[in-house]
């Protein structure tokens, strides 16, 4: 089993950053893949990133990318999300997900935090 806990939600204007935390905890094994999805109120909930603990093998929604960055520290256990340049469409509620197998693919993905919220004002 596998526990992740996000933190590090809140509201921001746009242009700000803010920086997500995944912390997790159980069986990690260093090939999982550790993904961020969002889910903004009526739609789908969709990828925004995505790596090995390793640290091989990083991915980025194409929309997203250059703005985003997923990282990660072995020694604590945590998975970040660095978000800059925000803008009012990237409020949703942001998820921390854990999987054997790399997929931008939220159905894929057997392990999910709870979620944290990002409010982007403008």
């Known amino acids: 089993q596998v526990q992740l806990v996000e933190s590090g939600g809140g509201l921001v204007q746009t242009g700000g950053s803010l920086r997500l935390s995944c912390a997790a905890s159980?069986?990690?094994?260093?090939?999982?893949?550790m993904g961020w999805f969002r889910q903004a109120p009526g739609k789908e909930r969709e990828f925004v990133a995505a790596m090995r603990w390793s640290g091989s093998n990083t991915y980025y929604a194409n929309s997203l990318k250059g703005r985003f960055t997923i990282s990660r520290d072995n020694a604590k256990n945590t998975v970040y999300l660095q978000m800059n340049s925000l803008k009012p469409e990237d409020t949703a509620v942001y998820y921390c997900a854990a999987d054997p197998v790399m997929s931008r693919w939220s159905r894929e993905y057997d392990y999910w935090g709870q979620g944290t919220q990002v409010t982007v004002s403008s």
């Open positions: 159980g069986r990690i094994f260093s090939s999982y893949v």
